[in-house]
């Protein structure tokens, strides 16, 4: 059994969460997510405590693998709908900028041509300055995924660090070529 599956998740106030034949649905003020669960695992929403407790359905292996999983996707939702997610992403680099027009993020990173990547319609994109960007939503995973695309654009290199990297990312640099006596 997951230690981590086992604990309940605490609803937070203005959320409200059901389950039907295995869909999941949470309401919050931020917006709506639903996760249908897989049938090795059984989720109830407890209203005298206002808790969600994920309990496996069997001992087995996927049962086990899958018991900690939705419990950590039932946290990320309820978390998501009522907090919401942000990324921060820094590009640095002379020359390098990030702009946005309507909903494509232009990105100018070292390249011949800019890199254009669709903002998807459930985040929020903004640059407060022309070297940074801010990726907010409700689904953690959208969220993250489209920091990673964007960051992917340019990574950091490892001698200048120069590239786009999350904010507060720490990149080591290498040594470059010693000067010969």
């Known amino acids: 059994m997951s230690r981590l599956g086992k604990k309940p998740v605490a609803i937070p106030e203005k959320v409200t969460i059901s389950v039907t034949n295995g869909v999941i649905n949470v309401e919050g003020p931020l917006g709506k997510l639903s996760y249908e669960h897989r049938p090795e695992v059984s989720v109830t929403v407890n209203s005298d405590s206002n808790e969600v407790v994920v309990a496996a359905a069997s001992d087995s292996r996927e049962s ?25 992403l820094e590009i640095v680099g002379v ?24 903002i998807p319609a459930d985040l929020t ?30 990574k950091p290199e490892p001698y200048k660090g120069k590239g786009v990297r999350y904010q507060g990312e720490l990149i080591k640099l290498k040594p470059g070529k010693a000067a010969s006596k």
Do not use: W
């Open 64 to 88: 086990k693998a899958f018991h900690g999983l939705t419990r950590a996707l039932v946290s990320n939702m309820l978390e998501g709908v009522s907090k919401g997610y942000e990324k921060r």
């Open 95 to 118: 020359g390098y900028l990030a702009a946005i027009a309507g909903d494509i993020l232009q990105m100018r990173v070292g390249y011949a041509n800019e890199i254009h990547k669709k």
């Open 125 to 154: 994109v903004t640059c407060p300055d022309q070297t940074h960007v801010l990726i907010k939503g409700i689904d953690k995973q959208r969220v993250g995924q489209f920091a990673a695309e964007c960051r992917s654009a340019r």
